[in-house]
Each structure stands twice: as structure tokens, then as C-alpha cells.
């Protein structure tokens, strides 16, 4: 399968821990986003890399939440501290470049409860 | 600034009988748009775009969509439900020839296909 990947595909964690998750994304494709989805809900844009150049972040992403793309590959989302509101299904997906619309493929997504 | 507005956030048909998922947007630039679907467990796929090209769109299994400029809408529409079709709808708008940007969704439609 040469599709968006992430992992884990579920993680339950305790409140005040810190959680990581990771997304790699179609080998070609050099953008990267990150999205969240809540239950009920239509998935929110967190934040977006070309590269490893993070190029916006939404105000969803509090000082709690850091992402990176060190070599313009895989992408890893961390939550410093977690709460019971960040209980949620995170979303990657990516897109070539060149393209002239915005069509994005998304990962399986990591669904995180914290309790 | 873009928002979409899903008219209906449950939607229950019969199999072989039509769909009709409704989705109205607004956006300051000149759009492209988007339908995915969710499966349980499974990633958002891509169903169809509008991209400026025909405004009647044709997308995967059988659905299109026809985008209304003076309506501002893009309803998604098959003549006849299957059983696989059940599953979540999402709308999406993105501002045209600027990839790169976040996607923005819909709040979504859940479609309840009955035998």
C-alpha cells in the first residue's frame, strides 16, 4: 500500500502525558497537513508543512501542540500535557506539488482518548 | 475567509432510491470543491472535484455534483443508493489555484442506506 500512513492507529493516554504520532505520507508528495476531527464534527486544519518548512498554523494549535518534518519526509504531531479535550481523531494527509487544486490524501488517522 | 454549510446532518434512503446530500459554501476567492467520504474505520476518499472546469461533475461509484455559482451550492446527488453506500459526507471548499492552503470541510452528512 503506497498510501498515507500513520501511526499508531489508536493510543489512550492519562491526562498530563505527553503523546507523539506519526504520519508519512505518499513518497512523492512534497505537502504535508495535519487535521483534527472530533466526534460529530467535520476535520479542522492544524497546520501545514511544504518540506520541512512549516508554513501555517491554525489557532487550534496551542503552545501544547508542536509538529515537525525534519527532512521533508514523515511528519510527527506531539501534545505536551494532554487534556480530556484533546480527545479526538488526528487526520494526516499530503499532496503533491505542481498541482493547480487542492486535492489532499488522507491517512487512516490516530484516534487519541485521554482519560 | 470560506465556510460550508451541510444542510442535513442525517440523511435516510432506501436502497435504490436516490441520494441528495446538500452543501452550500462561501469563500472570498474563486473555489474549488470537494466531496469525501468516511467509512467507519477507514480514511476520507475522494469522491469528486470542482476544479472551474464543467459544472456538472462525475465522481466515483455513481455520484456527481453540479456546481450552482448563483446559489453558491454543490449538492451531491446518485440515482440509486447501494447498501455501501452508508457511510459519512463531507463537503469541502479550498480557495482555487492556491494548493498549498487547508482544506476546509463541511460538518458532514451521515447517510443511512435501508434495505
Known amino acids: 500500500d503506497t498510501g498515507v500512513s500513520q501511526d499508531p492507529r489508536h493510543k489512550i493516554t492519562k491526562r498530563g502525558q505527553n503523546v507523539t504520532f506519526r504520519c508519512d505520507p505518499i513518497s512523492e508528495h512534497n505537502r504535508l497537513y495535519w487535521y483534527r476531527q472530533t466526534l460529530g464534527q467535520g476535520p479542522e486544519f492544524l497546520t501545514y508543512f511544504q518540506n520541512e518548512a512549516q508554513l501555517e498554523k491554525s489557532r487550534l494549535l496551542s503552545d501544547r501542540f508542536s509538529a515537525e518534518r525534519p527532512k521533508g519526509s514523515f511528519s510527527t504531531l506531539e501534545i505536551q500535557r494532554t487534556e480530556q479535550g484533546d480527545s479526538a481523531m488526528y487526520l494526516c494527509?499530503?499532496?503533491?506539488?505542481?498541482?493547480?487544486?487542492?486535492?489532499?490524501?488522507f491517512g487512516p488517522g490516530t484516534r487519541l482518548t485521554v482519560l | 475567509a470560506q465556510s460550508v454549510t451541510q444542510l442535513d446532518s442525517h440523511v435516510s434512503v432506501s436502497e435504490g432510491t436516490p441520494v441528495l446530500l446538500r452543501c452550500n459554501y462561501s469563500s472570498s476567492y474563486s473555489p474549488s470543491l470537494f466531496w469525501y467520504v468516511q467509512h467507519p474505520n477507514k480514511g476520507l476518499q475522494l469522491l469528486l472535484k470542482?476544479?472551474?472546469?464543467?459544472?456538472l461533475v462525475k465522481g466515483i461509484n455513481g455520484f456527481e455534483a453540479e456546481f450552482k455559482k448563483s446559489e453558491t451550492s454543490f449538492h451531491l446527488t446518485k440515482p440509486s443508493a447501494h447498501m455501501s453506500d452508508a457511510a459519512e459526507y463531507f463537503c469541502v471548499v479550498s480557495p482555487l489555484k492556491a494548493a498549498g492552503n487547508k482544506l476546509t470541510f463541511g460538518g458532514g452528512t451521515r447517510v443511512l442506506v435501508k434495505p
Open positions: 470542482y476544479t472551474s472546469a464543467a459544472t
Open positions: 494527509a499530503s499532496s503533491p506539488k505542481g498541482q493547480e487544486y487542492n486535492e489532499q490524501f
